[in-house]
């Protein structure tokens, strides 16, 4: 069974920094595109961050400048560097992933999310 599974969440003083990690494991023959998206209570979910296979990387305009999505293919493991944390960030924060489990099958996974607080 393919999963993936975030973690780094936490809380965080405005201005603060922390790193989120997801990692996909199960049977995997390749990841397409990987990406985090938020949700913050009475909002709408969010794409925050991708990066596809090649390493090209798009961002929502309210985190450029301060937030970096990378991945490491030989891990399965996608990041999300976060930079000058204000409250507006305060969310719950989904790792999705494109992921081909065979040569004839693709899906698209979620993970369950991690709660990342901004808060003085």
């Known amino acids: 069974q393919v999963q993936l599974v975030e973690s780094g969440g936490g809380l965080v003083q405005p201005g603060g920094s922390l790193r989120l990690s997801c990692a996909a494991s199960?049977?995997?023959?390749?990841?397409?595109?990987m990406g985090w998206y938020r949700q913050a209570p009475g909002k709408e979910r969010e794409l925050v961050a991708g990066?596809?296979?090649?390493?090209?990387?798009n961002y929502v305009d309210s985190v450029k400048g301060r937030f970096t999505i990378s991945r490491d293919n030989a891990k399965n493991t996608v990041y999300l560097q976060m930079n000058s944390l204000n409250a507006e960030d305060t969310a719950e924060y989904y790792c999705?992933?494109?992921?081909?489990?065979?040569?004839?099958?693709?899906?698209?996974?979620w993970g369950k999310g991690t709660l990342v607080t901004v808060s003085s």
């Open positions: 199960g049977s995997i023959f390749s990841i397409n595109a």
């Open positions: 999705n992933a494109e992921i081909r489990t065979s040569r004839w099958y693709v899906m698209n996974l």
């Open positions: 990066i596809n296979s090649g390493g090209s990387t």
